[in-house]
């Protein structure tokens, strides 16, 4: 006893005009407009800060690439055969292949976040002679820095290192 499921394919919607992200190419077109605006403004106006208007309209024309590339990212369109490893149903010709890849991805990630955990913190003393642990970060008083009991030569020079 067989039953035969007949499955429609997928029909993808179509965006016409700008396509699915109308935010952002609105925003790099608008951004592109005020940037020229300004550039033209700073070259055809006779101002004596005519610099600061070109160099202002090209920052702007450069950050509406942010927006392009957001608009552009956006309207890519992936199979949904390709999108099945991202759900979980991966292929068994990958399987192996894939789990490897995961494994040693995890680990390197994982040696790499575990690098910058700092488990251990050292204990020193401040000035006064309490020790305390040291934290990055914490503010550091005058004395700490500018330690008046140390006498200095003219014969001898003292380096001390700094640290904060």
């Known amino acids: 006893m067989s039953t035969s499921v007949q499955v429609e394919p997928s029909v993808e919607r179509r965006y016409g005009g700008v396509g ?3 935010c952002s190419f609105w925003f790099a ?3 592109d407009v005020l940037g020229v605006f300004i550039m033209m403004v700073g070259v055809f106006g006779g101002l004596v800060i005519h610099d ?3 160099y202002a309209g090209a920052i702007i024309i450069f950050l509406s690439l942010i927006w392009w590339v957001f608009w552009y990212s956006g309207n890519i369109d992936v199979p949904p055969e390709e999108l ?4 979980g149903l991966i292929k068994l010709k990958n399987r192996r292949l894939s ?3 995961r494994r040693v991805s995890d680990r390197f990630s994982s040696r790499i976040r575990n690098s910058f955990r700092k488990d251990d913190r050292s204990i020193r003393e401040d000035p006064t002679g309490n020790s305390r642990p040291s934290n990055p970060g914490t503010g550091v008083s005058p004395s700490a820095i500018y330690d008046s009991s140390i006498a200095c030569s003219s014969k001898e020079l003292v380096r001390e290192t700094l640290s904060i």
């Open 20 to 22: 699915r992200c109308k």
């Open 29 to 31: 077109v608008a951004h």
């Open 52 to 54: 600061l208007f070109i």
């Open 84 to 87: 099945e490893d991202d759900v």
């Open 99 to 101: 789990q490897v890849v």
